[in-house]
């Protein structure tokens, strides 16, 4: 199955786009502006990962014959792979190296590129909580070049956030909360 899984760019882009953000629903036509490829080279792709079972196809829309497609969580394979893309991006090394060593942090936001889906060499995070801009931001200058990625974040302390200052961030990922 793995070398089903890893033999294309598009495919890779697509998986990318999948298993960063769980709960998108991407459709043939969206992926085909995005991606900036054929129809069929897009819908060839989604028929092999629906084969594999790693994506699902919901048409539940009567009134559209548009098909709707996210990976599918159940998948023995899913939490794996996520991990993978993770790593591909270099998300796994920013939660463990950076995230994780702030202390008192309450929630982790993705936005920008990557929670789109797309191979961003920017990281966009929103930090909510009790943090020492100083040492982030030393921890952040040895992240980047260990991930080739420049990092960006906006902090805000728990009483200062509300979810409305998230709204015109486009798609938001939630990588922590406690």
Excluded: C
């Excluded at 819908?43 to 014959?65: C, F, G, P, W, Y």
């Amino acid at each position: 199955m793995l070398d089903q899984l890893f033999t294309g760019k598009i495919r890779i882009r697509l998986l990318t786009k999948l298993l960063l953000n769980p709960a998108a629903k991407v459709y043939l036509r969206g992926l085909e502006r995005e991606l900036d490829v054929s129809s069929n080279t897009v819908r060839l792709e989604l028929a092999k990962l629906s084969e594999m079972h790693l994506i699902e196809a919901d048409n539940n829309d009567a009134q559209t014959k548009v098909k709707h497609y996210s990976v599918n969580t159940d998948h023995p394979l899913y939490t794996s792979l996520r991990s993978i893309i993770l790593q591909h991006v270099g998300l796994d090394q920013i939660l463990e190296k950076v995230v994780n060593k702030l202390g008192s942090l309450r929630k982790v936001y993705l936005t920008g590129g990557l929670a789109e889906g797309k191979n961003s060499n920017v990281i966009d995070l929103v930090l909510v909580g009790d943090v020492d801009k100083t040492y982030l931001h030393q921890l952040i200058d040895r992240v980047e070049p260990m991930i080739g990625k420049k990092i960006r974040v906006a902090v805000f302390a728990e009483s200062e956030f509300g979810e409305e200052q998230l709204k015109d961030l486009g798609i938001v990922i939630n990588l922590i909360e406690t």
